[in-house]
């Protein structure tokens, strides 16, 4: 990418806020994560599963990939939360050599109380976020 753009001290000061308010939320969601005994990449990994769009359930390949993280990495937080109670694995019904992942009941409990705790605090700061948005997405000098 070629930036040939010149910033003025402004636009730094907006860009180091929107960066400190993303951290800000991200540390929210530490904290309401650690209230349920959980780590924040593995709400991520739950949020992941549970809005795959399907018709197949998700694969470990396919959540580690949209998680971000190695494929050996997806399988252990994987059995970390089968070991929680937290998902299980389910053979695909169009190809048995295909597992997937899906929330138990369990799952969907604690899923739900962290997403309705991290939708509350996102409509809290929308106002903030919609001005850096506006602010970002107009044309660049």
């Known amino acids: 990418m070629t930036c040939s753009m010149t910033?003025?001290?402004?636009?730094?000061?907006?860009?180091?806020q929107f960066r400190a308010d993303l951290r800000q939320f991200?540390?929210?969601?530490?904290?309401?994560?650690?209230?349920?005994?959980?780590?924040?990449?593995?709400?991520r990994a739950l949020l992941t599963i549970r809005g795959h769009p399907g018709p197949e359930l998700i694969t470990i390949t396919?959540?580690?990939?949209?998680?971000?993280?190695?494929?050996?990495?997806?399988?252990g937080m994987v059995d970390r939360l089968v070991e929680?109670?937290?998902?299980?694995?389910?053979?695909?019904?169009?190809d048995?050599?295909?597992?997937?992942?899906?929330l138990t009941p369990h799952g969907e409990k604690?899923?739900?109380?962290?997403?309705?705790?991290?939708?509350?605090?996102?409509?809290?700061?929308?106002?903030?976020?919609?001005?850096y948005f506006r602010y970002f997405s107009r044309p660049v000098d």
């Open 7 to 16: 910033m003025n001290n402004d636009e730094f000061r907006m860009l180091a």
């Open 62 to 75: 396919e959540l580690a990939q949209l998680v971000m993280i190695k494929h050996n990495s997806a399988v």
């Open 110 to 131: 604690v899923f739900k109380r962290l997403a309705l705790a991290h939708r509350v605090e996102l409509h809290r700061i929308s106002a903030e976020f919609r001005r």
């Open 84 to 94: 929680e109670g937290l998902v299980r694995r389910q053979p695909s019904k169009a």
């Open 26 to 43: 991200d540390y929210f969601s530490e904290q309401q994560c650690a209230t349920l005994g959980l780590a924040s990449q593995q709400y």
């Open 96 to 102: 048995r050599r295909r597992v997937g992942v899906k």
